[in-house]
């Protein structure tokens, strides 16, 4: 018996998708969040600790009562350079050879890079309406049908930009679909990777 797939079946499909890789998308965020606590807190120790040890050396053993404000300060300080660093250098290619200044200054961000990490990662929470579900159902059956799709063609199916881009992302960073270059032009498969629900031949999809 063969199954014939809708467009609109395909979308319920895709919503399942979408929803199981958020929930992972909010668990790895609170395990970064978690973590990025962890480390704040590990990093106060060891600098409350290190502080005493060398007040200790000159005869004092009594830390300022402003540590702790400093030390928020500072850590906030560090974050707002960790996002600007990051601003300016989005794609960053980690080089071969680093300056002494280089590795300190990433010993330094580690944690506050931690803790950006986690507005990373829900970054790629997805936010797909019914209609722009449905568009990515339309898109799946038409690059199974085909095989591959040129990306020119995409306006075709989705005439909107901004719907375009957002489909195209969700179904990308979800590995539904992939993008392979052909010569001078781009285009889309089907993932090898992607969910067993949507491994169906053509034969398998209902003609829209």
Same mark, same amino acid.
């Given at each position: 018996m063969?199954?014939?797939?809708?467009?609109?079946?395909? +979308?319920?499909?895709?919503?399942?998708?979408?929803?199981?890789?958020?929930?992972?998308?909010?668990?790895?965020?609170? =395990? !970064? $969040?978690?973590a990025s606590v962890a480390a704040w807190l590990l990093l106060y120790m060891v600098s409350y600790w290190l502080l005493i040890f060398f007040l200790s050396t000159v005869g004092d053993d009594q830390v300022p009562q402003g540590f702790r404000i400093l030390f928020i300060v500072a850590g906030c300080c560090a974050t707002v350079y960790a996002w600007i660093d990051h601003r300016l250098t989005?794609?960053?290619?980690?080089?071969?050879?680093?300056? +002494?200044?280089q590795v300190i200054a990433e010993f330094i961000l580690l944690v506050p890079n931690m803790t950006l990490a986690v507005g =990373? !990662? $829900?970054?790629?929470?997805?936010r797909l309406d019914d209609a722009?579900?449905?568009?990515?159902?339309?898109?799946?059956?038409?690059?199974a049908e085909e095989k591959r799709v040129p990306m020119s063609g995409i306006r075709l199916e989705i005439p909107d930009p901004e719907t375009?881009?957002?489909?195209?992302?969700?179904?990308?960073l979800t590995e539904i679909i992939e993008v392979r270059r052909d010569e001078n032009e781009f285009s889309l498969k089907l993932n090898s990777l992607r969910p067993a629900a949507l491994r169906l031949g053509r034969e398998d999809f209902a003609n829209r």
């Open positions: 063969i199954r014939v797939r809708t467009p609109e079946g395909t +979308a319920r499909i895709l919503r399942k998708h979408f929803r199981h890789h958020n929930w992972k998308v909010l668990g790895l965020a609170a =395990g !970064t $969040l978690a989005p794609n960053a290619r980690p080089s071969d050879k680093k300056s +002494a200044g =990373g !990662t $829900l970054g790629a929470w997805q722009d579900l449905l568009q990515a159902a339309l898109l799946v059956h038409r690059i375009a881009m957002r489909v195209l992302f969700a179904l990308q």
